[in-house]
Protein backbone atom coordinates (compact mmCIF):
# COMPACT_ATOMS: atom_id res chain seq x y z
CA UNK A 1 0.00 0.00 0.00
CA UNK A 2 3.21 2.37 -1.23
CA UNK A 3 1.75 6.06 -1.57
CA UNK A 4 4.40 6.72 -4.24
CA UNK A 5 6.46 4.10 -5.42
CA UNK A 6 9.49 3.76 -7.72
CA UNK A 7 11.31 1.33 -10.01
CA UNK A 8 13.61 0.28 -10.10
CA UNK A 9 15.67 1.32 -6.49
CA UNK A 10 18.81 1.03 -8.05
CA UNK A 11 20.02 1.19 -11.51
CA UNK A 12 23.17 1.09 -12.72
CA UNK A 13 24.25 1.56 -16.24
CA UNK A 14 26.91 2.47 -18.85
CA UNK A 15 27.09 5.76 -20.71
CA UNK A 16 25.11 5.94 -23.92
CA UNK A 17 22.43 3.62 -22.90
CA UNK A 18 18.91 4.55 -22.89
CA UNK A 19 17.02 3.88 -19.67
CA UNK A 20 13.39 4.45 -17.93
CA UNK A 21 11.95 4.96 -14.73
CA UNK A 22 8.46 4.43 -13.70
CA UNK A 23 6.72 6.29 -10.80
CA UNK A 24 3.02 5.42 -9.45
CA UNK A 25 0.66 7.20 -7.03
CA UNK A 26 -1.96 5.51 -5.15
CA UNK A 27 -3.09 8.29 -3.79
CA UNK A 28 -5.31 10.22 -6.11
CA UNK A 29 -3.22 13.05 -6.84
CA UNK A 30 -3.51 15.31 -9.27
CA UNK A 31 0.14 16.33 -9.67
CA UNK A 32 3.20 14.38 -10.05
CA UNK A 33 6.96 15.89 -10.18
CA UNK A 34 10.23 14.30 -10.97
CA UNK A 35 13.30 15.75 -9.12
CA UNK A 36 17.26 15.12 -8.95
CA UNK A 37 19.52 15.05 -5.90
CA UNK A 38 22.71 15.40 -6.48
CA UNK A 39 25.91 14.13 -4.26
CA UNK A 40 25.75 17.30 -2.26
CA UNK A 41 21.99 16.56 -1.71
CA UNK A 42 20.64 19.54 -3.44
CA UNK A 43 17.06 18.82 -4.91
CA UNK A 44 16.33 20.20 -8.22
CA UNK A 45 13.19 20.16 -9.94
CA UNK A 46 13.09 18.69 -13.21
CA UNK A 47 9.20 18.47 -14.32
CA UNK A 48 5.93 18.45 -13.34
CA UNK A 49 2.47 17.29 -14.56
CA UNK A 50 -0.77 17.75 -14.12
CA UNK A 51 -3.75 15.34 -15.02
CA UNK A 52 -1.16 14.21 -17.47
CA UNK A 53 -0.32 17.62 -18.88
CA UNK A 54 3.45 19.10 -18.24
CA UNK A 55 3.05 22.54 -16.21
CA UNK A 56 6.76 22.43 -14.98
CA UNK A 57 9.74 22.09 -17.85
CA UNK A 58 13.12 23.26 -15.93
CA UNK A 59 16.00 23.55 -17.51
CA UNK A 60 16.71 19.94 -18.42
CA UNK A 61 18.48 18.43 -21.17
CA UNK A 62 16.73 17.25 -23.95
CA UNK A 63 17.79 13.68 -23.32
CA UNK A 64 15.36 13.52 -20.50
CA UNK A 65 11.64 12.72 -21.09
CA UNK A 66 8.86 12.23 -19.20
CA UNK A 67 5.84 10.59 -20.16
CA UNK A 68 2.33 10.35 -18.04
CA UNK A 69 0.28 7.56 -19.09
CA UNK A 70 -2.14 8.32 -16.70
CA UNK A 71 -2.55 10.78 -13.68
CA UNK A 72 -1.29 7.99 -11.32
CA UNK A 73 1.79 7.45 -13.49
CA UNK A 74 4.77 9.76 -14.33
CA UNK A 75 7.52 8.13 -15.67
CA UNK A 76 11.15 9.08 -16.40
CA UNK A 77 13.45 8.28 -19.47
CA UNK A 78 17.00 8.62 -20.27
CA UNK A 79 18.67 8.78 -23.81
CA UNK A 80 22.21 8.73 -24.65
CA UNK A 81 23.46 9.05 -20.59
CA UNK A 82 26.19 10.59 -19.50
CA UNK A 83 28.30 10.51 -16.24
CA UNK A 84 26.52 13.36 -14.71
CA UNK A 85 23.19 11.84 -14.87
CA UNK A 86 24.58 10.08 -11.87
CA UNK A 87 22.11 11.42 -8.73
CA UNK A 88 18.80 9.90 -7.02
CA UNK A 89 15.54 10.53 -9.01
CA UNK A 90 13.08 11.43 -6.93
CA UNK A 91 9.28 10.80 -7.80
CA UNK A 92 6.54 12.82 -6.29
CA UNK A 93 2.60 13.95 -6.20
CA UNK A 94 0.57 16.53 -4.64
CA UNK A 95 -3.13 17.52 -4.70
CA UNK A 96 -4.10 20.07 -6.52
CA UNK A 97 -6.67 22.45 -4.83
CA UNK A 98 -7.86 23.72 -8.16
CA UNK A 99 -9.16 26.67 -9.74
CA UNK A 100 -11.72 27.57 -6.92
CA UNK A 101 -8.85 26.90 -4.40
CA UNK A 102 -9.19 24.36 -1.52
CA UNK A 103 -7.60 23.26 1.63
CA UNK A 104 -3.70 25.00 1.69
CA UNK A 105 -2.34 21.53 3.41
CA UNK A 106 -2.83 19.79 -0.31
CA UNK A 107 0.24 21.60 -1.31
CA UNK A 108 2.47 19.21 0.41
CA UNK A 109 4.19 16.79 -1.55
CA UNK A 110 4.55 12.95 -0.51
CA UNK A 111 7.66 11.35 -2.40
CA UNK A 112 8.60 8.08 -3.26
CA UNK A 113 11.77 6.23 -1.64
CA UNK A 114 13.97 7.45 -5.00
CA UNK A 115 16.10 5.69 -7.57
CA UNK A 116 19.75 5.85 -7.72
CA UNK A 117 21.00 5.77 -10.89
CA UNK A 118 24.94 5.67 -11.44
CA UNK A 119 26.46 6.38 -14.86
CA UNK A 120 29.77 4.45 -15.48
CA UNK B 1 9.81 35.34 -6.62
CA UNK B 2 10.26 32.18 -3.47
CA UNK B 3 13.63 30.83 -2.18
CA UNK B 4 14.35 29.64 0.93
CA UNK B 5 18.51 29.77 2.89
CA UNK B 6 19.15 27.04 5.23
CA UNK B 7 22.15 28.36 7.41
CA UNK B 8 24.36 25.85 7.91
CA UNK B 9 24.78 22.46 5.81
CA UNK B 10 25.93 20.43 8.50
CA UNK B 11 25.06 20.89 12.63
CA UNK B 12 25.82 18.42 15.44
CA UNK B 13 24.65 18.47 18.72
CA UNK B 14 24.61 15.74 21.53
CA UNK B 15 22.29 13.52 22.38
CA UNK B 16 19.17 15.48 24.36
CA UNK B 17 20.43 18.48 23.80
CA UNK B 18 18.54 21.17 21.64
CA UNK B 19 18.04 21.00 17.85
CA UNK B 20 18.04 24.33 16.20
CA UNK B 21 18.03 24.44 12.32
CA UNK B 22 17.30 27.35 10.50
CA UNK B 23 15.56 28.65 7.31
CA UNK B 24 15.34 31.78 6.12
CA UNK B 25 12.57 32.57 3.50
CA UNK B 26 12.62 35.02 0.57
CA UNK B 27 8.70 35.84 -0.64
CA UNK B 28 6.71 38.60 -2.41
CA UNK B 29 3.74 36.57 -1.16
CA UNK B 30 2.09 35.17 2.18
CA UNK B 31 4.66 31.90 2.13
CA UNK B 32 3.42 28.64 3.19
CA UNK B 33 6.63 26.87 4.43
CA UNK B 34 7.51 23.54 4.81
CA UNK B 35 10.05 21.25 6.76
CA UNK B 36 10.95 18.27 4.99
CA UNK B 37 13.32 15.48 6.72
CA UNK B 38 15.09 12.52 4.50
CA UNK B 39 16.91 9.40 6.81
CA UNK B 40 19.60 7.69 5.04
CA UNK B 41 18.54 6.45 1.58
CA UNK B 42 14.83 7.09 2.46
CA UNK B 43 12.92 9.55 0.43
CA UNK B 44 11.58 12.87 1.86
CA UNK B 45 9.13 12.64 4.28
CA UNK B 46 6.95 16.19 5.49
CA UNK B 47 7.70 17.23 9.43
CA UNK B 48 5.59 19.90 9.27
CA UNK B 49 3.78 22.71 7.75
CA UNK B 50 2.55 26.59 8.25
CA UNK B 51 -0.10 27.72 5.83
CA UNK B 52 -1.60 30.26 7.84
CA UNK B 53 -2.77 31.00 11.72
CA UNK B 54 -0.75 29.73 14.49
CA UNK B 55 3.05 30.64 13.67
CA UNK B 56 4.07 28.17 16.05
CA UNK B 57 3.22 24.56 14.15
CA UNK B 58 3.94 21.64 15.97
CA UNK B 59 5.44 18.41 13.75
CA UNK B 60 6.31 15.09 14.06
CA UNK B 61 8.67 13.51 16.26
CA UNK B 62 8.54 16.51 18.79
CA UNK B 63 9.91 19.27 16.21
CA UNK B 64 8.11 22.44 16.16
CA UNK B 65 9.37 25.75 13.88
CA UNK B 66 7.69 28.84 14.25
CA UNK B 67 6.61 31.04 11.55
CA UNK B 68 8.00 34.55 12.30
CA UNK B 69 7.51 37.35 9.90
CA UNK B 70 9.36 39.89 10.56
CA UNK B 71 12.30 37.73 10.66
CA UNK B 72 11.77 36.27 7.58
CA UNK B 73 12.63 33.00 9.40
CA UNK B 74 10.66 29.26 9.92
CA UNK B 75 13.63 27.59 12.16
CA UNK B 76 12.98 24.00 13.50
CA UNK B 77 13.69 23.19 16.89
CA UNK B 78 13.05 19.97 19.26
CA UNK B 79 14.07 20.35 22.90
CA UNK B 80 16.04 17.08 23.20
CA UNK B 81 17.29 15.22 20.32
CA UNK B 82 17.44 11.96 20.02
CA UNK B 83 20.05 9.52 17.96
CA UNK B 84 17.34 8.98 15.67
CA UNK B 85 17.44 12.49 14.56
CA UNK B 86 20.13 12.27 12.57
CA UNK B 87 18.95 13.21 9.16
CA UNK B 88 18.98 15.54 6.40
CA UNK B 89 16.63 18.43 6.64
CA UNK B 90 14.95 20.82 4.24
CA UNK B 91 12.91 23.51 4.65
CA UNK B 92 10.98 24.13 1.36
CA UNK B 93 8.30 27.13 0.39
CA UNK B 94 5.45 26.77 -2.45
CA UNK B 95 5.24 28.66 -5.02
CA UNK B 96 2.29 31.69 -5.64
CA UNK B 97 0.44 29.18 -8.16
CA UNK B 98 1.04 26.34 -5.48
CA UNK B 99 2.59 23.60 -8.18
CA UNK B 100 6.13 24.44 -7.27
CA UNK B 101 8.11 23.79 -4.24
CA UNK B 102 11.40 25.21 -3.66
CA UNK B 103 13.78 23.72 -1.36
CA UNK B 104 16.73 24.72 0.15
CA UNK B 105 19.95 23.10 0.12
CA UNK B 106 19.31 21.12 3.39
CA UNK B 107 21.05 20.69 6.57
CA UNK B 108 22.76 17.54 8.30
CA UNK B 109 22.05 16.80 11.28
CA UNK B 110 24.61 14.30 13.90
CA UNK B 111 23.63 13.73 16.87
CA UNK B 112 26.43 12.36 18.99
CA UNK B 113 25.89 9.76 21.57
Known amino acids: DTAVSQTPKYLVTQMGNDKSIKCEQNLGHDTMYWYKQDSKKFLKIMFSYNNKELIINETVPNRFSPKSPDKAHLNLHINSLELGDSAVYFC???????????????????FGPGTRLTVT | AQSVTQLGSHVSVSEGALVLLRCNYS??????LFWYVQYPNQGLQLLLK??????LVKGINGFEAEFKKSETSFHLTKPSAHMSDAAEYFCAVISNTGNQFYFGTGTSLTVIP
Open chain 1, 92 to 110: ASSQEPGLAGGPIGSYEQY
Open chain 2, 27 to 32: SSVPPY
Open chain 2, 50 to 55: YTTGAT
